[in-house]
């Protein structure tokens, strides 16, 4: 009777000791859960931004194209 008794007192300490293991695990893991959260939010918002900053900057590399034509035309000597 005694051996029955220890085997679930050990049964039920291992219960315990693997429950509180799965909520360690899991505060870590919701953990990392939220610092990925975390970064992708910032690389959107980045990506969002980057993505304004080129919207007007169309006109600007356009001109840009047209000056470094105009230079090519008008600077480079023929052989």
Do not use: H, Y
């Not at 220890?6 to 315990?16: H, L, T």
């Not at 918002?45 to 034509?69: C, L, T, V």
Request: charged share 25%; with cysteine; net charge negative.
């Amino acid at each position: 009777m005694e051996d029955a008794a220890e085997m679930w007192r050990r049964i039920a300490q291992a219960n315990v000791d693997l429950s509180q293991a799965v909520v360690d695990n899991m505060q870590q893991l919701s953990q990392l859960m939220g610092e990925a959260r975390s970064t992708v939010q910032l690389l959107a918002d980045n990506i969002q931004a980057a993505s304004a900053a080129w919207d007007g900057a169309d006109a600007e590399i356009e001109q840009i194209f047209k000056e470094i034509e105009l230079i090519i035309v008008v600077d480079v000597p023929e052989c």
